[in-house]
């Protein structure tokens, strides 16, 4: 049972920069897809950006698509997401999540993601 918990949140000034880190324990990501999602208060969870099993494919959001970026080391059993240039509504709770093989084609949805992390919180201030 793969354990995932982020950290590197905080508070940051708008155009400001963070990077969260996402450490797996208690099982493998080496073979798996991973992916950020965030969630801001009152509304749905929503897809951030996603990165293959070997890293040969990155996707983001729109919103966060020249801003964001994910990468992954798999012998250390981590991902990353550095976030430049922050904006006010990046503020959310930013979670890690391992995706289910075989799930690809709908690797933007939450349900194609099987362990997930206790979430993170990334406020940006204007």
């Known amino acids: 049972q793969v354990q995932l918990v982020e950290s590197g949140g905080g508070l940051v000034q708008a155009g400001g920069s963070l990077r969260l880190s996402c450490a797996a324990s208690g099982g493998t990501i080496s073979s798996y897809a991973m992916g950020w999602f965030r969630q801001r208060p009152g509304k749905e969870r929503e897809f951030v950006a996603r990165i293959s099993w070997s890293s040969s494919s990155t996707t983001y959001a729109d919103s966060v698509e020249g801003r964001f970026t994910i990468s992954r080391d798999n012998a250390k059993n981590t991902v990353w997401l550095q976030m430049n240039s922050l904006k006010p509504e990046d503020t959310a709770v930013y979670y890690c999540?391992?995706?289910?093989?075989?799930?690809?084609?709908?690797?933007?949805?939450?349900?194609?993601?099987?362990?997930w992390g206790q979430g993170t919180q990334v406020t940006v201030s204007s």
């Open positions: 999540a391992r995706q289910i093989a075989g799930r690809a084609v709908v690797f933007r949805a939450s349900n194609a993601y099987d362990f």
